[in-house]
């Protein structure tokens, strides 16, 4: 069965840095539509960022310029570069493949 596990969330300051992953394993292929949703208490569940077939990213535009999404394919896994985080970043962050396969989401906690 196909399964998706996030790690690399924690606890930073504002202004500093985290690096998610996103290993997706029963697939027999290279990783492509991968998505990073982030959900904060209380809120709705919102779109960060997308990794595609073509090896093409693209980001939310409160990401932009401070988050950046990579894949690495040999490993099956897709990061996701956060920089300059500030205490709004504060959620689960979860990550999605093919639209349809979630992982159980990493806590990521910004203080000010």
């Known amino acids: 069965q196909v399964q998706v596990v996030e790690s690399g969330g924690g606890l930073v300051q504002a202004g500093g840095s985290l690096r998610l992953a996103c290993t997706a394993s029963?697939?027999?292929?290279?990783?492509?539509?991968m998505d990073w949703y982030r959900q904060a208490p209380g809120k709705q569940r919102e779109w960060v960022a997308s990794f595609g077939s073509d090896d093409s990213t693209v980001a939310a535009s409160f990401a932009e310029g401070r988050f950046t999404i990579s894949g690495d394919n040999a490993k099956n896994t897709v990061f996701l570069q956060m920089n300059d985080l500030k205490p709004e970043d504060t959620a689960v962050y979860s990550c999605c493949l093919h639209s349809r396969y979630w992982g159980q989401g990493t806590q990521v906690t910004v203080s000010l």
């Open positions: 029963g697939i027999a292929f290279r990783i492509h539509d």
